[in-house]
């Protein structure tokens, strides 16, 4: 796993504030919120707190958590009223329920018994009518494999709602906002094999079940 502190010791180490591409895929994952006004929210490996200020403008309470201190740090800087605690989101304590819970780019960097797990909290402790927004990497030779991954996340959830964030090439270029039928061609064959692509970049909604 990476070293996060080591990581976080540069400014925005990810570009979500330097990249057209990251700033898209901020967009689109903030309308899944839609005008939506939430009571308690969580955000599980918030970073530098980029979307943590977003979820704040519709939720009354926030939590968040990640496990490098320098973020934590700077992401106090940039959102006022915000629970921030430093940890282990595969130790963290819920306390409570939530009517929002948010995980971006997270996931993939657990094990399959952590993810397992995590989600199985996220279940638990979300509100009947709540909404759970999840972002991953599919590649399926280094991070999750996507039938896999929706399979375990079907046997939990109701899924709302799937939404490509963005296709990076063999070349590194992002192709944004892809067209849903090529999203379910590229996808939804066991294996996710193409030339030209490594990459896929996935946003789920979805609520308990």
């Known amino acids: 796993m990476i070293n996060f502190n080591e990581f976080y010791r540069e400014i925005d ?5 330097k990249f057209a591409h990251e700033r898209a895929r901020l967009r689109l994952t903030e309308k899944m919120l839609g005008h939506n006004q939430f009571n308690h929210a969580l955000d599980l490996g918030c970073g530098e707190g980029i979307f943590t200020k977003i979820i704040k403008q519709h939720a009354i309470l926030v939590d968040a958590i990640d496990i490098s201190l320098s973020a934590i740090s700077r992401a106090k ?3 006022a009223g915000v629970d ?6 595969r130790n963290f304590k819920f306390f409570g329920n939530y009517d929002l819970i948010v995980c971006l780019e997270v996931i993939y960097y657990l094990d399959l018994e952590d993810q397992k797990n995590i989600l199985q909290k996220m279940r638990d402790f979300i509100d009947k009518n709540g909404l ?17 991954f929706i399979k375990l996340l079907t046997g939990m959830f109701s899924l709302k709602l799937i939404l490509v964030l963005s296709v990076k090439s063999r070349s590194n270029i992002f192709i944004d906002r892809i067209k849903m039928w090529y999203y379910n061609f590229l996808l939804n064959k066991r294996g996710f ?4 692509i490594n990459q896929v970049g996935v946003l789920l909604k979805c609520s308990s079940k």
């Open 13 to 17: 180490p990810w570009g979500t504030t």
């Open 77 to 79: 800087q940039r959102c």
């Open 84 to 89: 921030f605690t430093v940890g282990d989101i």
């Open 132 to 148: 759970i927004l999840l972002s991953f990497v599919i590649n399926d030779q280094s991070y999750i494999h996507y039938a896999d």
């Open 193 to 196: 094999v193409h030339p030209a």
